[in-house]
């Protein structure tokens, strides 16, 4: 099955300076890779995703880029601000297996005043 | 957007009696539903597939009889946690996919904490 792999574990970042998280997936057949932030006790909520026919998407402050040769990906945050502080998560989901959606382990950024 | 709800949540409950965890999508049909677990401090890890009609697919170490799925309707889908106990105390997060939507996006629930005393 699918494993998804993320880094770092857990990021510190000046407010202002730029954030960045990788992740690696397993499974070639993974097509769609949505990136997930979740604050203490709250429901994960997307914040952007990519399909593996695109190399790089942007939404204002934040990015991801796909590189599905070498099953890598990973989100961009710049001008970080202290409400970006929160668990993130990437995922990878293929079009088999009911399009069931697999966490990478999660990266705690910290973003100080 | 699409909603997906959960109830209880928050629960707790005594050692070795079960509890039921509802998942309803309440503006759209979803044929399948997922049920994730969280633990403090760790990512999601999903449980099992809940299909419409059919049996739950679960994931491999997922006791299939202490989690009992159920997927009744197009909107529902139960996770009933038999005999739990303190280890099975957990973050319970349901996810539904619109299919039927202008995006693929899978919608969360807010999740249900379960403690076992």
């Known amino acids: 099955g699918e494993n998804v792999e993320q880094h770092p574990s857990t990021l510190s970042v000046q407010e202002g300076d730029s954030a960045v998280i990788k992740c690696t997936y397993s499974?070639?057949?993974?097509?769609?890779f949505p990136w997930y932030k979740q604050e203490l006790g709250k429901r994960p909520q997307l914040i952007i995703d990519?399909?593996?026919?695109?190399g790089e998407k942007k939404d204002q402050r934040i990015a991801v880029t796909l590189n599905k040769t070498a099953k890598h990906f990973s989100l961009h945050i710049t001008e970080t601000q202290p409400e970006d502080s929160a668990v993130y998560f990437c995922?990878?989901?293929?079009?088999?297996?009911?399009?069931?959606?697999?966490f990478g382990p999660g990266t705690s950024l910290s973003v100080i005043p | 957007g699409a909603v997906v709800s959960q109830h209880p949540s928050w629960v707790i409950c005594k050692s070795g009696t079960s509890v039921k965890i509802e998942c309803r999508s309440l503006d759209f049909q979803a044929t399948t539903m997922f049920w994730y677990r969280q633990f403090p401090k760790q990512s999601l890890m999903l449980m099992a597939t809940?299909?419409?009609?059919?049996?739950?697919?679960?994931e491999q170490g997922v006791e299939k009889d202490k989690f009992l799925i159920n997927h009744a309707s197009l909107t529902l889908s139960t996770l009933t946690v038999t005999s739990a106990h303190p280890e099975d105390s957990s973050f319970y997060i349901c996810?539904?996919?619109?299919?039927?939507?202008?995006?693929?996006?899978?919608?969360f629930g807010p999740g249900t904490r379960l403690t076992v005393l």
């Open positions: 499974d070639s057949a993974s097509n769609y």
């Open positions: 990519i399909r593996s026919n695109v």
């Open positions: 809940s299909n419409e009609g059919s049996k739950a697919t679960y």
């Open positions: 995922a990878a989901r293929a079009e088999t297996s009911y399009d069931k959606v697999i």
């Open positions: 996810s539904a996919r619109d299919f039927g939507g202008p995006t693929d996006t899978q919608y």
